[in-house]
């Protein structure tokens, strides 16, 4: 595979936007030294029932220490190699390259069973997952089994987003740049605003440029020499997930790391539904945890109101009343992701045409707008539902609004309604991006 056809237009290494991202304080920002574990062949889970039950055994395991971890900003290291070692990660490798090929309903009840215990935890392998996605959409066959056979073999990817730089000016626009030196080898140079799961990760693809400006994709090692990860995610919700910003500098990668992603611009894919219907997976997962504590602390610790009559708050029909509402939103929600995901599994082996993909999309934003107000509900109405005494910073279930709050803004809702209201009213197939 040619990455670039002539040295002579070969950029030099300065003035490839490789900058380092300012605190908010104007300071350098903190460089996360600390690298992954080396790879562990992880166990190899035989079913997508099995899946969904070694999920819910990890939940109640992250739960206990997820406030605690979200009070002191300690990022899971100790939980992500656990997580990896159940064999989860690899779940959606295809069984022809050797995986368990799950099913999107199994991959979206994977992150709302996590996020409804941790949604910092739960969200770090939002990107692993859509990227396995990428590779089915649009890389070689040898790079398929190459990075399939690293996955199962314990390999963590993670991702390296949009640049946040007047330049930029769409989210989807690369600003770093692949680089062909006068010894024939690549290298790749630039700066990228988040990087959720990388910090955690063994392989970085992010979006680059050739001398063309044709967008690519491109793969670096976390360990590799140039690659600088940031600790300056300093958000006020999904305060572990270390997405902070990285920088890329005269990085080497191999032509075999180089997905011309380009060349599918205009072939339709599952790859923007299927990311989606991951960050409405995780939404409808903080919505589950939110709903699961207020009701915790109505039954402990909820005093009942004065003029209610009743000894237990847990029996005030107000907030009965109040607590079956709540759950029909939270339930409805779910069910549409649910829905919306076996959609993705009803067409995932036929020819995907434009009008297949744009169905899709709107399948997974229907999702997205339910699980976006569920969370946001459920987070806020919690403290409505366990009286003033659930606000003390003891408990922490601030967290649960904090991490809606942060979380769905990950994509706006505004453009879910009128990519449907368009598509319904107008026949107007969505834009193929992963936020679509």
């Excluded at 215990?117 to 590779?135: C, E, K, M, R, T």
């Excluded at 549409?336 to 297949?356: G, K, S, T, W, Y």
């Amino acid at each position: 595979m040619t990455i670039l056809k002539a040295r002579s237009g070969a950029l030099p290494a300065e003035g490839l936007g490789a900058t380092v991202p300012s605190s908010s304080a104007g300071e350098s920002p903190r460089i996360l030294e600390r690298l992954p574990l080396p790879p562990q062949t992880p166990y190899r889970v035989t079913s997508d029932a099995e899946a969904l039950q070694i999920a819910r055994a990890l939940a109640e395991e992250f739960r206990v220490s997820a406030a605690e971890r979200d009070r002191e900003r300690r990022l899971p290291w100790d939980e992500i190699e656990r997580y990896t070692a159940s064999g989860l990660w690899a779940i959606t490798i295809p069984k022809e390259y050797g995986g368990l090929g799950a099913s999107y309903e199994t991959l979206a009840q994977l992150f709302v069973t996590i996020c409804g215990a941790d949604p910092s935890l739960g969200q770090i392998p939002q990107n692993h997952f859509a990227v396995i996605q990428n590779l089915k959409d649009t890389a070689s066959e040898a790079q398929r089994q190459r990075w399939f056979a690293d996955v199962l073999g314990g390999h963590r990817i993670g991702n390296a987003g949009p640049e946040r730089k007047a330049k930029a000016a769409q989210l989807v626009s690369p600003t770093a740049r692949l680089q062909l030196k006068a010894d024939g080898s690549l290298s790749v140079s630039g700066s990228r605003f988040y990087s959720t799961g990388s910090a955690f990760a063994h392989w970085i693809p992010f979006r680059a440029q050739d001398e063309q400006s044709r967008p690519l994709q491109v793969w670096a090692r976390r360990d590799a020499p140039g690659v600088t990860i940031f600790d300056d995610w300093n958000s006020f919700g999904q305060r572990t997930t270390a997405s902070g910003g990285i920088v890329f500098d005269r990085v080497p990668v191999g032509e075999d790391d180089v997905v011309p992603i380009w060349r599918f611009q205009d072939v339709p894919t599952l790859s923007g539904p299927v990311s989606q219907l991951i960050q409405a997976a995780i939404d409808a997962g903080i919505a589950q945890g939110a709903l699961r504590d207020a009701l915790d602390f109505v039954r402990e610790k909820s005093r009942p109101w004065v003029d209610s009559g009743v000894t237990r708050a847990s029996d005030d029909p107000y907030i009965i009343n109040e607590v079956g509402q709540l759950q029909i939103e939270v339930d409805a929600a779910h069910a549409v992701l649910l829905e919306a995901a076996r959609h993705l599994d009803a067409v995932a082996h036929q020819p995907i045409d434009e009008h297949v993909s744009a169905r899709a999309s709107v399948a997974v934003a229907q999702a997205k707008i339910l699980t976006t107000e569920a969370a946001l509900l459920a987070s806020e109405h919690l403290f409505a539902l366990a009286g003033s005494s659930s606000s003390r910073a003891a408990h922490n279930l601030d967290r649960h609004w904090r991490n809606a709050r942060v979380h769905t803004l990950h994509d706006p809702v505004r453009w879910k309604y009128h990519l449907i209201g368009n598509y319904v009213l107008n026949g107007a197939l969505p834009k193929r991006h992963q936020w679509n």
